[in-house]
């Protein structure tokens, strides 16, 4: 298994791009959450990777961050979908709001990805609800050599889960957050959002 890749991005063809490791061009495919954090051609890259063997190949899949790695593992457990419509669903929504519509349960956000139906929409979100974890943190940093700003939503919504708050109503509240709030600064923003609600 190639879990991962690090070498010089040469080509971007989405969804495909090809990294030279060492004079060995390996052809990745990413979804476009990756894909538009991809640093320029001739810079460097690091992957997340996924490799599927199949009879007629050998298809490598690669992610910006460990999360979108294991969101799309999950969807391929899901039968019925395939690495093709595991990409879409991650090219269509972040790890975030794909762990979000699972535990709100809302198909909505799901139908709004191209080939996805309601009937599979609402299968997805069912198989997924025990297996996707509730604080996946989404992509939305600059993929290069591991210098990446780290993401604070997990570390706000374990927060307020510790503060006793149930995973619907810590979902609800950093909803209205910035992207790039600081963590304690998250968590009172959600906690006057809460104590609002009450």
């Known amino acids: 298994m190639i879990g991962r890749i690090t070498g010089m991005l040469i080509e971007k063809n989405p969804p495909s791009i090809t990294v ?6 390996y052809e990745v495919d990413v979804p476009m959450s990756t894909f538009y954090n991809l640093p320029a051609t001739g810079e460097k890259v690091s992957l997340h990777t996924h490799l599927i063997v199949r009879e007629d190949g050998h298809y490598l899949y690669g992610f910006a961050s460990p999360d979108e790695r294991a969101a799309f593992r999950q969807l391929l457990k899901i039968s019925g979908i395939g690495a093709r419509t595991a990409l879409a669903v991650l090219s269509g929504m972040s790890v975030t709001e794909l762990a ?3 535990t709100l349960q809302e198909s909505g956000r799901l139908t709004k990805v191209p080939g996805i139906g309601k009937k599979t929409a609402e299968r997805l979100l069912l198989e997924l609800r025990d297996r996707l974890p509730k604080t996946l943190a989404g992509g939305g940093t600059r993929i290069g050599t591991g210098d990446t700003a780290p993401d604070a939503s997990s570390d706000i919504m374990n ?12 979902l609800m509240a950093m909803k209205g957050l ?3 709030v600081a963590v304690a600064d998250g968590i009172r923003a959600a906690l006057r959002l809460l104590s609002k609600s009450t």
């Open 20 to 25: 030279d490791v060492q004079g060995l061009g």
């Open 100 to 102: 979000q519509a699972v």
């Open 159 to 170: 927060a307020l889960l510790a503060l006793g708050y149930n995973e619907r109503e810590a």
């Open 178 to 180: 910035a992207p790039d």
